[in-house]
Structures are given as C-alpha cells and as structure tokens.
C-alpha cells in the first residue's frame, strides 16, 4: 500500500508561482512512475506532467508546456509540481498519483494510488 501526502496548495494571483509536492510512503517509491492530475469545477480529471521512475522521462499536457515542471527527489520520496505564470483557468483540485511501474501514463486510469487532492486558486 502507498499513501501520497499533498502539500503546497493555495490562493495565488494570476502571473505568481506554486509549487506543489507530493511525499508517499512505502521503500518502493523509487520504481514507481508518478503524475500530477487536475480537475476543475464541472469537469473532467485531465492529465497535468507525469515522471518515471527516475526522473530521466517526464511528459506534459501541451497547454501547459513551458509554465508547469515535475521534478522528484527519491531520496525523499517526493515528487514536485512547479508551476509558473498560473491564469486563473490553472484553478483546480490536483491531484499526485502512483503508478506501480516505472513508465509513465498520461491517462488517471494507468495509476493505482492517489492523493487527497490539493486545492490551487488563482485570482485574476
């Protein structure tokens, strides 16, 4: 079993910067690939970055290529979603998740754990 602990959510202004993390647990991390999901209000979960499990590979929506960067730390079993120059279309619940494999997916249904979901605001 993982758990996936989320922080670094929060109210920012259109233009700022965010840097969510994601810290799971279990010795297994490291084989694992990892992404970062969002969902707005009244719609679907869409795919944000994913990562493998070194880091040596990392995707992205399109939309949000040059603003938005993942990054782990397996020495910490930790995985990090920068994100730059947030609109206020970036508001959403984002979600980290685990895949029991070291590739990555850019489809929620390729994960087999999720986080809480953490809250990102950001005011026009």
């Known amino acids: 079993q993982v758990q996936l602990v989320e922080s670094g959510g929060g109210l920012v202004q259109d233009g700022g910067s965010l840097r969510l993390s994601c810290a799971a647990s279990?010795?297994?991390?490291?084989?694992?690939?990892m992404g970062w999901f969002r969902q707005a209000p009244g719609k679907e979960r869409e795919f944000v970055a994913a990562i493998s499990w070194n880091g040596g590979n990392a995707d992205y929506a399109e939309a949000l290529k040059g603003r938005f960067f993942i990054f782990r730390d397996n020495t910490k079993n930790t995985v990090y979603l920068q994100m730059n120059s947030l609109k206020p279309d970036d508001t959403a619940v984002y979600y980290c998740?685990?895949?029991?494999?070291?590739?990555?997916?850019?489809?929620?249904?390729?994960?087999?754990?999720w986080g809480q979901g953490n809250q990102v605001t950001v005011s026009s």
């Open positions: 279990g010795r297994t991390f490291t084989t694992y690939a």
């Open positions: 998740a685990a895949k029991t494999a070291p590739s990555i997916s850019t489809r929620a249904s390729g994960y087999n754990y």
